[in-house]
């Protein structure tokens, strides 16, 4: 299986060394990591840590809640994408959780990270939350570029990914799948067809249950699996060559 976005350069390991914590990860099944940048002061850390392994795969971008008051420098991204092991532009998105940030610096963003996308023919990562009508919006603006992306950590209704599915994008699923008040969510990963499904960690956020209230890892990918898996009614082994499968085809960069 593969964690399409977990943040290992941000982990919380204790005594442990990155390199156990990816061992375990692969001990479980785990093959690939998709390294996830969240702005640009520290965009090299997921570059490296992709560099000192074959496995891992890194993107570059500012998260909605990580802009300062300026617009991202777009060629600052142009250099960073244009290394080897960057496969993915973002996480990029809307984020209306907190109500102190200025939406119009994250729209402005936003639109930006897609335009990029476009010209620099990479998937986007996409975090959206409590912005269901402007995430949308904005997706349909750059729906003719044919590129697309995925919508990570998805949360929303089944509404909104069926507007996302009808416009090419994948759904990636976290270990909020297995809380216990996430029956809606349980339902979306019922329903996305079989070639848009993907899913992840978000490690060290949202540890899955059993693991809750512990900082997330890779290593506890196999639960979100298993969930997901439970729900489509399919075995975990199929559902983690189905997911891989395509991982693959939306991040062709990636070598895997
Ligand atoms: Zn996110
Ligand atoms: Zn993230």
Known sequence: MIDSHCHLDRLELGEVSLSDALDQARSVGVKHFLCIGVNLESALDPISVAEQHSDISA?????PLYHTD???DPDRIRTLADHPKV???GETGLDYFKQDNDPSIQQAAFEMHLQLSAELALPTIVHTRGAVDDTLSILRNHSNTGQ???LHCFTESWDMAQAALDMGWYI????IVTFRNADALR???RRVPDDRLLIETD???????????????????PAVL???AQQRQTSADSLATLTSGNFARLFPKAEI
């Open 226 to 228: 298993e969930c997901v």
């Open 70 to 72: 300026q617009l991202p």
């Open 59 to 63: 993107s570059v971008g500012v998260h």
């Open 187 to 189: 339902d979306v990963a």
């Open 87 to 89: 496969v993915a532009l």
């Open 148 to 150: 697309v992306g995925v």
């Open 172 to 175: 990636s699923i976290s270990g």
């Open 203 to 221: 490690s060290p956020w949202l540890a899955p249950v059993p693991y809750r209230g512990k900082s997330n890892q890779p290593k506890y990918l």
